[in-house]
């Protein structure tokens, strides 16, 4: 089993910064991607950034030049600095981590209990 565990959310002022942290413990060995995902309220759970064990990093539009994912292998714990926030950016952020799928079984994928992300004056 993994576990993820995220830290770092709260409230901050529109144009503010926050930094999310996720430590993962447990079997970690075969992890190949590690990324945030978010969900507001009223809408669906969305990609908000993925990162690879080479460090290759995809971004949604909606945070792209903005948003910041690292990984510290060394550490299992992967990071998203957020700048400039927004409204809009209030969500509940979750961790992910994906082992990959096999002949024999699909990619399974991790997830932390989330930590909630408020941006308001």
């Known amino acids: 089993q993994v576990q993820l565990v995220e830290s770092g959310g709260g409230l901050v002022q529109p144009g503010g910064s926050l930094r999310l942290s996720c430590a993962a413990s447990?079997?970690?060995?075969?992890?190949?991607?590690m990324g945030w995902y978010r969900q507001a309220p009223g809408k669906k759970r969305e990609l908000v950034a993925h990162?690879?064990?080479?460090?290759?990093?995809v971004y949604a539009d909606s945070v792209k030049g903005r948003f910041t994912i690292s990984r510290d292998n060394a550490k299992n714990t992967v990071y998203l600095e957020m700048n400039s926030l927004k409204p809009e950016d209030t969500a509940v952020y979750y961790c992910?981590?994906?082992?990959?799928?096999?002949?024999?079984?699909?990619?399974?994928?991790?997830w932390g209990k989330g930590t909630l992300v408020t941006v308001s004056s």
């Open positions: 992910n981590a994906v082992k990959p799928g096999n002949l024999i079984r699909s990619a399974i994928n991790y």
């Open positions: 447990g079997s970690i060995f075969s992890i190949n991607a």
């Open positions: 990162i690879t064990n080479d460090f290759s990093t």
